[in-house]
């Protein structure tokens, strides 16, 4: 099955620093890579995915570039804030088949 | 995007009782749905996927007969912690897949989670 591994557990950056969270997958079918933002207590929150077809996306001061020849996606989080703190979760699957999920990086952004 | 709730959002039980929570897809139908639990500072961990009008399909080291699950119709999954013990205390998500728009691919959408606290 699918393996994924996220790193790091713990980032902790200045406010206005750029955070950058990397996965990495075992299944080179898997095509769907979305990422996740939970905040404590609370449900994961869709704050955006990638598919194979394309190797970055950008959505403000969030980007995602994923690299299918070496099997790994990053996140890419710029000019942080206090409320870009959070668990950022990633997750790998073949489009609707269940994903398989990163064990989360934490992110303190202090003010 | 796509709206799914969860009943309650947080129950606190004794040890021995059972407990059901309730996942809704508000505007969507799901023939799908998932259960996931999650510990503190952990990630997701998927318990099973509730299929509508059939059995669920666990994973592994999820016992069937503690977690049961009932997928009633397009709009309902339930699962029922029985005989809760201390341990099963957790955070229980519940998850649906959804196409959101001309053209889009499904996205999956989570509930807001039940907290169960065993005492």
């Known amino acids: 099955g699918e393996n994924v591994e996220q790193h790091p557990s713990t980032l902790s950056v200045q406010e206005g620093d750029s955070a950058v969270i990397k996965c990495t997958y075992s299944?080179?079918?898997?095509?769907?890579f979305p990422w996740y933002k939970q905040e404590l207590g609370k449900r994961p929150q869709l704050i955006i995915d990638?598919?194979?077809?394309?190797g970055e996306k950008k959505d403000q001061r969030i980007a995602v570039t994923l690299n299918k020849t070496a099997k790994h996606f990053s996140l890419h989080i710029t000019e942080t804030q206090p409320e870009d703190s959070a668990v950022y979760f990633c997750?790998?699957?073949?489009?609707?088949?269940?994903?398989?999920f990163g064990r989360g990086t934490s992110l303190i952004v202090h003010p | 995007g796509a709206v799914v709730s969860q009943h309650p959002s947080r129950v606190i039980c004794k040890s021995g009782t059972s407990v059901k929570i309730e996942c809704r897809s508000l505007?969507?139908?799901?023939?799908?749905m998932f259960w996931y639990r999650q510990f503190p500072k952990q990630s997701l961990m998927l318990m099973a996927t509730?299929?509508?009008?059939?059995?669920?399909?666990?994973e592994q080291g999820v016992e069937k007969d503690k977690f049961l699950i009932n997928h009633a119709s397009l709009t309902l999954s339930t699962l029922t912690v029985t005989s809760a013990h201390p341990e099963d205390s957790s955070f229980y998500i519940c998850?649906?897949?959804?196409?959101?728009?001309?053209?889009?691919?499904?996205?999956?959408?989570f509930g807001p989670g039940t907290r169960l606290l065993v005492l």
């Open positions: 509730s299929n509508e009008g059939s059995k669920a399909t666990y």
């Open positions: 997750a790998a699957s073949r489009g609707s088949y269940i994903p398989t």
């Open positions: 299944d080179s079918a898997s095509n769907y």
């Open positions: 505007d969507f139908q799901a023939t799908t």
């Open positions: 990638i598919r194979s077809n394309v």
């Open positions: 998850s649906a897949y959804a196409v959101q728009g001309l053209g889009a691919q499904e996205t999956q959408y």
